[in-house]
């Protein structure tokens, strides 16, 4: 059974289109259960998050790669294909082949959008950087099977 709950946007879109009537409007279905998700990691972000900074930062982080890895299961498993790749093209330790540039980690796009949605001002910084990377194996390029 199929429990469809009012949008309570209804009027907005209404205004909206009274507003631009030449701007088509498409209203798309979701999934309970997608929606659910969204709105646990929204309540959980909910505060001051503008960089990663504190532990409860980095909770969030951790389950917003939880969600993305839930959600884009496909997407998640072809950049774990390309990962040896990138890996063994960065050289030793990461580096380009000029040495001076210094790869140490990979992250898909999808992702750092996500995380720039939630940490608007958060910079990839060396010191974040090498934090996100001694967190989470799986993104470091630069010393792994170099």
Do not use: C
């Amino acid at each position: 059974m199929n429990i469809i709950k009012p949008d309570p946007y209804m009027e907005f879109y209404a205004t909206h289109k009274a507003l631009h009537p030449e701007q088509p409007m498409v209203l798309r279905a979701f999934r309970k259960q997608d929606v659910e998700e969204v709105d646990a990691l929204l309540a959980l972000s909910r505060g001051n998050r503008e960089a990663v900074k504190t532990d409860s930062d980095w909770q969030v982080l951790n389950e917003l790669i939880v969600f993305y890895i839930r959600r884009w299961p496909s997407e998640w498993m072809e950049f774990r294909k390309t990962m040896p790749g990138i890996r063994q093209t960065r050289g030793s330790g990461g580096y380009s082949a000029s040495r001076e540039i210094r790869y140490v980690a990979s992250i898909p796009l999808r992702l750092e959008r996500l995380i720039k949605a939630i940490f608007p001002k958060n910079q990839f910084s060396k010191k974040f950087t090498s934090e996100f990377i001694r967190r989470y194996k799986a993104f470091q390029v630069g010393g792994v099977g170099n």
